[in-house]
């Protein structure tokens, strides 16, 4: 049995929520998995994960309306919020500008395409 | 009968289908293709390679848009002029995980097969099993596959919305376009 605690992927591309639920497998940890922002919420919800590994370009709901809805609702704004961001957003903060002019606050990002090891870092500061 | 539980189907935008088929040297045909593709900055969402007799046999998509730049870069490199074949509007529909089981793949082409949904095209990745059909035909072919195979509760076959594209080539990249642009 693992004391590891629970990490939810979330992404719409299912070669990659598997490539990193696997990693994460690999490494003891109880995985969730969701394929957009909608059923994330659904699996946060139902399963209350530690960390949430989170896509921002989603179809229903983006990574970055998710981000805020954990982060303001008292009941889950203790959830790890690691954001996946695209190379091209050359990010270099957790702290995010929306299209509308809205901030998100996540707690930590890894740029795609995925270094899994230092992913792997990233979630055993967080969750192990 | 059991339908196969799933986590997910996802559905495709617009795209075209490239295919060299007919080339003598079908390798050389897919190398060069795949190749002129990269180096225009012309993304390929599918790739397909099937192994017939002498070698592998190449199709992919690219999107709407792209179809006419990527024909005339094609029928514009002497190897391959005439070998280029557009199949225009068509769309993938993928459903995971396949767990690597035959049995997914003969139910998954008997429920197209059996809703006479056309196949132009299919290949598998890490987690999809994924077809190329008719555009117009997209949400059929999701409906059909939903008779063999049971999505999550309250889960809607997902549409993608998000298109990517890659920058312009940079002068200063140099003649092959090497680069890696945003995606």
């Not at chain 1, 919420?41 to 590994?53: Q, T």
């Not at chain 2, 599918?46 to 199709?59: E, I, L, N, P, T």
């Amino acid at each position: 049995m693992t004391d590891k605690q629970l990490i939810l992927v979330v992404d719409d591309d299912p070669d990659l929520v598997e490539a990193v639920s696997m990693k994460l497998e690999s490494k003891g940890y109880p995985v969730a998995k969701a394929f957009d922002g909608v059923q994330a919420w659904d699996r946060i919800k139902e399963e209350r994960p530690k960390l949430v590994i989170l896509d921002v370009m989603m179809p229903n709901k983006n990574g970055y309306q998710v981000c805020d809805e954990i982060k303001q609702d008292p009941d889950y704004k203790d959830i790890t919020v690691v954001l996946l961001t695209a190379v091209g957003e050359a990010v270099t903060t957790t702290r995010y500008m929306h299209r509308d002019g809205i901030t998100t606050l996540a707690d930590d990002f890894i740029p795609k395409p995925i270094d899994l090891d230092k992913l792997m870092e990233i979630v055993d500061s967080y969750a192990s | 009968m059991d339908r196969i539980r799933i986590d997910g189907i996802k559905l495709s935008g617009e795209l075209a289908l490239v295919r060299l088929a007919s080339h003598p040297r079908p390798q050389f045909a897919l190398s060069c293709g795949c190749g002129i593709m990269a180096a225009n900055r012309i993304n390929m969402p599918f790739v397909s390679a099937a192994c017939v007799g002498d070698g592998a046999r190449a199709s992919w998509c690219v999107e709407m848009e792209e179809r006419a730049r990527a024909k005339a870069l094609l029928d514009g490199n002497p190897d391959l002029e005439g070998y280029a074949e557009i199949v225009p509007s068509v769309g993938l529909v993928s459903l995971f995980p396949h767990r690597s089981s035959i049995a997914f793949l003969g139910r998954a082409l008997q429920a197209l097969g059996k809703a006479a949904l056309p196949v132009h095209g299919l290949t598998s990745s890490l987690a999809p099993l994924t077809f190329v059909t008719d555009y117009a035909l997209l949400e059929e072919a999701a409906a059909a596959l939903e008779v063999f195979f049971a999505l999550p509760p309250h889960q809607r076959p997902i549409r993608t919305h998000v298109q990517v594209a890659q920058s312009p080539i940079r002068k200063d990249e140099g003649p092959d376009g090497n680069g890696s642009g945003p995606s």
